[in-house]
């Protein structure tokens, strides 16, 4: 029997306001109790409906061949860390309930400012197997989470996949992602995915591959942005709980605030305005972000406000703010302890 075992004292505490909705922020330290993983022999034996990963990994738009730009290796999912988070946007994370968060370890975007480099880039986390990510979705349904929260997710699309075609969910399944997606991929994800919390980090080629490596990450995003839409429809959100719908996340960067206007300009002339936004100033300077002078502060409230301005002048009038006390770095999830045990 393997046992994940937590006590965790940490979450990504941002104070976010909702623009449309009334929800309230939900205080809270979490006990992540016991999550027991039965080996099943059933799908141990089952054919691998994975893409044969030595011929190629196809999860990201890097289709970097056997290089792993992301760090993972073949045949084996890495976990850093599965909890109650309780610090999502509200319609995600209803009182009481929380969201069932899955941190997969390592990236594929590997941002040279990331709050969480412990896991994107050290990889720090266990390896697992198909048959335990099933079990641990069971048992957060268990623990009565709104939904399954897959953080970070795109280097594993085809493992998620296969896990997701043995066993779905009967709550919410959340793809949180970096927004660096290959398009074909998001489309696999039609009836197993029901939310889309899609990062829009850049509209620049030249910010994207200064600070990410990938200068193809706006194209990729706006792409794969449309094909979610397609694929979950119309957004419901019932009793302020989304059960179907996209979200997309914007951290506004230090002297980036008209790339950022872009962003907005370009979602609302592919997609339209009718869709939940999340307005972040929680960043603060991490990581490799000391060797790039222009980013190593935090945003100032008037380049926030700028964006928001614009955001809501395009016609953007649902979604989520913050204030500037979320850009703290005690607001950022501690990953550098071991919060997951696999016995
Ligand atoms: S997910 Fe990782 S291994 Fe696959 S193409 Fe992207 S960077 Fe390469």
């Not at 937590?6 to 009334?22: A, C, H, P, T, Y």
């Not at 039965?38 to 034996?45: A, R």
């Not at 896990?163 to 696999?188: F, T």
Request: aromatic content about 10%.
């Amino acid at each position: 029997m393997d046992l994940f075992g937590s006590r965790l004292k940490e979450g990504v505490q941002e104070n976010r306001k909702q623009i449309s909705l009334n929800n309230k922020d939900i205080e809270g330290r979490v006990k992540f109790s016991d999550i027991l993983i039965k080996k099943n022999i059933d799908m141990e034996k089952k054919k691998s409906t994975r893409l044969s990963y030595n011929s190629g990994c196809t999860c990201c738009p890097r289709h970097c061949a056997n290089k792993s730009f992301c760090g993972k290796s073949s045949n084996v999912v890495r976990v850093a860390k599965v909890m109650r988070h309780m610090y999502e946007e509200p319609i995600l994370c209803p009182a009481g309930m929380g969201s069932g968060a899955i941190f997969f370890s390592f990236c594929s975007l590997k941002c040279v400012y990331c709050q969480n480099y412990e896991i994107s880039s050290l990889g720090q986390g266990k390896d697992i197997k198909i048959y335990d990510l099933c079990e641990i979705f069971k048992k957060l349904e268990k623990m009565g989470v709104a939904n399954i929260n897959l953080v970070t997710p795109t280097h594993y699309t085809f493992e998620i996949i296969e896990a997701l075609n043995s066993y779905r969910p009967k709550i919410p399944v959340v793809w949180n992602s970096s927004g660096y997606e290959d398009s074909s991929n998001i489309n696999k994800l039609k009836g197993l995915v029901d939310i889309f919390l899609f990062d829009a980090k850049y509209f620049s080629p030249e910010l994207s591959a200064k600070y990410s490596g990938a200068r193809d990450y706006f194209d990729n995003f706006i792409k794969s942005l449309v094909v979610a839409r397609e694929i979950v429809g119309e957004d419901i959100v019932q009793n302020g709980v989304m059960k179907k719908g996209i979200i997309v996340r914007l951290l506004v960067l230090p002297n980036a605030w008209r790339d950022s206007i872009e962003i907005f300009r370009h979602i609302k002339e592919k997609v339209g305005t009718n869709i939940y936004v999340s307005l972040m100033s929680q960043y603060v300077p991490m990581h490799k972000a000391k060797f790039y002078p222009e980013i190593n502060r935090k945003i100032t409230p008037l380049e926030y406000k700028k964006v928001l301005r614009e955001m809501i002048g395009l016609g953007f009038n649902k979604g989520f703010t913050q204030d500037k006390t979320s850009a703290n770095i005690c607001f950022t999830p501690n990953f550098s302890r071991p919060t997951l045990e696999l016995k």
